[in-house]
């Protein structure tokens, strides 16, 4: 049927709070499920993370609920139990990112969950897993960032740096969101559910699989700023008026095309110390130093210019407000209980098939019943 929803039919139940899980059940929204969203009574704890969204919302909330109805539960009251079992022989997918064993705790266990709704795609979020040393520890995005080493390969020489977005909690949302459409297709073919176990250190870990390889290889990662740690030049030099470029060579190749186009140095192609990759980063503050006193004879348009000329990787270094006016900044409009709010729109473009977005619902606020 035309301007169908891929997922028109499917009806998630998400016991979801934060980011992570929030996170997976938005996409999931987006792309036509009925998410109900398990709330308590007072509300997710996200809708108080901070005031700075129309009518003193908060940012996290708004971005990771739209689409969603609001169903306010006591998970632990027997009226709560009940109505969520209800809910749960309707569903076709449940996402919940309770501590281990919270769910079990309230009757309603994983492994019962497959018995008695046999094609239950059951996705259950944590921290370190529900086995294992770590298993009862209580974890946050930033915890894991640090615990995972995340943080030791971020920042500056000086000291380790949170990554500036909640990225471990993004990411597990996402490999949640792919792990529940994969089962989905199974479940299309075989008729049967899954139960599926995320934790974000795990995905953080395959993530990390890079400097983890270099570390067991021999060569521990250093932090290195706004460089990369594998690939020369590829970092921010300052430009002769004082704004800043970033530049990224990827190749042999446009290294030859850079030095003759944009450093106005033949030579630099056929010096061993530059010639490759592993010579440049060998020889990282020489490379370094060598770009750096041509770019500094140049201004920002002309750096421009011989780098768009020399077909050279570049980017500004935006801040905020540079990306709020951004001319490639896509946007999308939700309706909140306190009005219309703009928002990123989300990466996938459907083409012929333009999609709508729909509301944030406050706490209890139902479509239907």
């Not at 056929?270 to 041509?294: M, S, W």
């Amino acid at each position: 049927m035309a301007g169908r929803l891929p997922l028109e039919g499917v009806t998630v139940v998400s016991v979801e709070q934060a980011v992570a899980a929030p996170f997976c059940s938005a996409r999931l929204a987006d792309a036509g499920a009925r998410v109900l969203k398990i709330e308590r009574p007072e509300g997710d704890f996200a809708r108080g993370y901070d005031d700075v969204v129309a009518g003193g919302q908060s940012s996290y909330f708004v971005w990771l609920n739209r689409g969603k109805e609001s169903v306010a539960l006591d998970l632990a009251s027997p009226d709560g139990k009940e109505a969520f079992g209800v809910l749960l022989a309707g569903a076709d997918v449940l996402i919940q990112n309770l501590k281990p064993g919270a769910l079990g705790r309230l009757g309603f266990a994983q492994e019962e969950l497959r018995q008695r709704f046999p094609r239950l795609v059951v996705c259950s979020i944590s921290g370190y897993g529900e086995t294992g040393p770590y298993a009862e520890r209580k974890a946050y995005d930033l915890l894991i960032q640090a615990e995972s080493g995340l943080s030791s390969v971020t920042g500056g020489p000086d000291e380790p740096a949170r990554v500036g977005i909640s990225v471990v909690d993004i990411a597990t949302g996402a490999t949640a969101h792919s792990a529940i459409l994969e089962a989905l297709i199974a479940r299309s073919v075989t008729g049967e559910g899954a139960d599926i176990r995320i934790s974000m250190f795990d995905v953080m870990a395959d993530w990390l699989a890079v400097p983890l390889l270099h570390q067991e290889g021999g060569r521990p990662p250093k932090r290195v700023g706004m460089a990369h740690p594998s690939i020369a030049p590829y970092g921010v030099f300052r430009l002769g008026d004082g704004t800043d470029v970033l530049i990224s060579i990827q190749s042999d190749r446009e290294w030859k095309k850079f030095a003759a186009e944009v450093l106005k140095d033949d030579t630099l192609a056929g010096d061993e110390r530059f010639a490759t990759n592993v010579a440049r980063v060998r020889n990282r503050p020489l490379t370094d130093a060598t770009v750096a006193a041509a770019f500094a004879a140049m201004t920002q348009d002309e750096a421009r210019e011989a780098l768009t000329r020399a077909d050279v990787a570049f980017a500004a270094v935006n801040d905020m407000a540079a990306l709020s006016a951004h001319p490639h900044l896509r946007r999308i409009t939700v309706d909140t209980p306190a009005g219309p709010v703009d928002l990123p729109a989300p990466a996938p473009i459907f083409v012929d098939a333009p999609r709508a977005y729909g509301p944030v619902p406050a706490i209890g606020q139902r479509a239907r019943t």
